[in-house]
């Protein structure tokens, strides 16, 4: 399936950055780090392949994108187990088997930190 | 020297989409419009199964359609037929409606006179799972040919909706669907889940789903 869903996930993150950049007063960008869930169905490769085009003319021109995923955790809700939901266990608890668990992490795609030059 | 400092944002890029889609939902509450985010695979039976919707519930509340599938199932005449207002949203190309897409639709479509609005996502289950559109409910439409397995293969698309239908029964005896694996494994994903079995061919089982309707309807005026 074509999938254009990165280039606008490329496009919000990179927006983030740049208010933040200038809310800094910042000169430039050297760095930016990007946490991409698990659970997005985003893949990394595309969000590296769109940066230079989305970040063109923009302060953050020339910086360095850094992708870390983030697996998905989940807390059961029925034991409070902290598990990694697979398709081994059909996404259920390992320890007791429930299907009621609230998603702890790896669910978004979260701006982490922006590396900015200030002088 | 360069003097490079980090700072930390941790932000959620879907945090925009996220405020916008509060501020459609605010804008529908107080015109009284409940808005259905319709989600399905290609040919699982959206068109037909918002005409049958339509003619069933014409009489007693205004409805209108936002078509924002990219290969345009939905034409505006087969809609008007139904006694429908339709536009056509045009998502430049993108795989699903945010939050932005939909409140420009619908400030354009001026749904505030409406009681009952389809969004008809992009046809595909992965992209329009990921954006709140700032629906009143999610809807997915599954259909007996794409098979039971469907909700282990796409748990968020089942996660998100608040009511499945399970269309085309009438194509039964020509599929192996098991009906009890479907609904445990979409009762997996969302506990809450409201599933009906329906065939927007033959009418079967609509009944229920549009009384379903009616209520969410009803209680989203009060």
Redesign the interface.
Same mark, same amino acid.
């Given at each position: 399936m074509t999938s254009m869903h990165e280039m606008s996930t490329v496009l919000r993150f990179c927006n983030l950055a740049i208010e933040t950049a200038t809310e800094q007063k910042a000169r430039g960008v050297e760095e930016i780090v990007v946490e991409v869930g698990e659970m997005t169905d985003i893949l990394p490769a595309y969000l590296y392949k769109y940066y230079p085009a989305a970040t063109k003319g923009t302060i953050l021109e020339g910086s360095t994108l850094t992708v870390e995923k983030v697996p998905v955790k989940a807390e059961c809700a029925d034991c409070g187990t902290v598990f990694h939901p697979d398709r081994e266990h059909d996404y259920k608890c390992p320890a007791c088997g429930g299907v009621r668990a609230h998603v702890l992490a790896g669910r978004s795609v979260n701006l982490r930190e922006v590396r900015v030059i200030k002088s | 020297m360069? /003097? +490079?400092? +980090?700072? @930390?944002? $941790?932000?959620?890029?879907?945090a @925009?989409?996220d405020a916008i889609a509060a501020d459609v939902r605010l804008k529908n509450r107080m015109d009284g419009t409940f808005m259905v985010n319709l989600m399905a695979s290609p040919g699982a039976g959206k068109t037909s199964v918002l005409v049958r919707t339509a003619k069933a519930l014409r009489d007693e509340m205004k409805i209108g359609v936002m078509e924002a599938d990219i290969d345009a199932t939905v034409d505006a005449e087969t809609m008007a037929e139904a006694g429908v207002r339709s536009i056509q949203v045009h998502t430049g190309? @993108?795989?699903?409606m /945010?939050a932005a897409m939909t409140r420009d639709a619908i400030l354009a479509f001026h749904t505030e006179d409406l009681d009952l609005l389809f969004l008809e996502n992009v046809g595909?289950l +992965?992209?329009p799972a @990921?954006n709140d559109t700032g629906a009143s409910i999610n809807v997915e439409i599954l259909s007996i040919p794409e098979g039971d397995d469907k909700p *282990?293969k796409y &748990? *968020?698309m089942f996660e998100v909706c608040q009511a499945v239908l399970i269309n085309k029964i009438d194509t039964r005896e020509y599929f192996p669907f098991d009906d009890e694996a479907a609904v445990r494994r979409i $009762? /997996?994903?969302n &506990?809450e889940a409201k599933i009906f079995f329906v065939s927007a061919k033959t009418g079967e089982g609509f009944d229920a789903w549009i009384e379903y309707l009616r209520e969410q309807v009803s209680a989203w005026k009060a």
């Open positions: - | 360069t /003097d +490079v400092r +980090v700072i @930390e944002v $941790h932000q959620s890029v879907s @925009e989409n190309g @993108e795989c699903a /945010d595909n +992965v992209c @990921e *282990l &748990p *968020l $009762h /997996d994903r &506990p």
